[in-house]
């Protein structure tokens, strides 16, 4: 006679056999195939199993290369946000050093010929205003005798004067303000610049 399958665990049983020998699982009718053998199953298939109903589960979407590609994007648009911040915010060096000013006047003009002030530092291309509070040559008990500026100009290469406010006319044992524009280079400088009164 034929022996009772398992239907649980597939093992062998006597035909009289009521239990499974092996798991203890009731036998059911008369004998059963046994079960297939792992190479006689077939590989899952990729779609539904056959009488399903439902839709398909949706497999997990792949990791997105352009998210990467984003967030290299977003960077690099920052970069160049924070440094055209920073061009436009932090001050920049100057490139025109007037290390001195030297005053040079032929006729000593109200007796500014020989006299020297500190420099200034500017971009190339910028109009620094000047003022200065001046008066007469010097006389016998520390008065100053009347003068007059006629004209401020200067020597040194790149720079030009406008705006003065000659000429000036500076009354005895009085002061006045002489007071102009000076027109830096276009380009870089370093020195000391020369203003002629006359």
């Given at each position: 006679m034929t022996d009772k399958f398992c239907t649980q665990c597939g093992g062998g049983n006597p035909p009289q056999a009521s239990f499974c020998q092996y798991c203890g699982s009731p036998?059911?009718?008369?004998?059963?195939?046994?079960?297939?053998?792992?190479?006689?199953?077939?590989?899952?298939?990729?779609?539904?199993?056959?009488?399903?109903?439902?839709?398909?589960?949706?497999?997990?979407?792949?990791?997105?290369?352009?998210?990467?590609?984003?967030?290299?994007?977003a960077l690099v648009v920052a970069f160049l946000l924070v440094g055209g911040l920073a061009f436009v915010l932090l001050p920049t060096s100057p490139d025109v050093v007037v290390t001195g000013i030297n005053f040079s006047s032929p006729d000593n003009a109200c007796g500014l010929d020989g006299s020297t002030d500190v420099g200034f530092n500017a971009s190339s291309g910028d109009t620094v205003e000047l003022t200065y509070q001046i008066s007469g040559n010097n006389t016998t008990a520390n008065a100053t005798a009347p003068c007059t500026v006629h004209s401020v100009t200067t020597s040194t290469p790149g720079f030009s004067i406008t705006g003065a406010n000659v000429p000036l006319a500076v009354p005895a044992n009085a002061t006045q303000l002489l007071s102009f524009s000076v027109n830096v280079p276009d380009a870089a400088f370093t020195g000391v610049l020369t203003l002629v009164i006359t």
């Amino acid at each position: 006679m034929t022996d009772k399958f398992c239907t649980q665990c597939g093992g062998g049983n006597p035909p009289q056999a009521s239990f499974c020998q092996y798991c203890g699982s009731p036998l059911v009718g008369g004998p059963s195939p046994p079960l297939p053998s792992a190479s006689a199953i077939p590989p899952p298939s990729s779609g539904a199993p056959t009488g399903w109903t439902g839709s398909p589960v949706p497999a997990a979407p792949a990791p997105k290369r352009r998210r990467w590609g984003l967030i290299v994007l977003a960077l690099v648009v920052a970069f160049l946000l924070v440094g055209g911040l920073a061009f436009v915010l932090l001050p920049t060096s100057p490139d025109v050093v007037v290390t001195g000013i030297n005053f040079s006047s032929p006729d000593n003009a109200c007796g500014l010929d020989g006299s020297t002030d500190v420099g200034f530092n500017a971009s190339s291309g910028d109009t620094v205003e000047l003022t200065y509070q001046i008066s007469g040559n010097n006389t016998t008990a520390n008065a100053t005798a009347p003068c007059t500026v006629h004209s401020v100009t200067t020597s040194t290469p790149g720079f030009s004067i406008t705006g003065a406010n000659v000429p000036l006319a500076v009354p005895a044992n009085a002061t006045q303000l002489l007071s102009f524009s000076v027109n830096v280079p276009d380009a870089a400088f370093t020195g000391v610049l020369t203003l002629v009164i006359t």
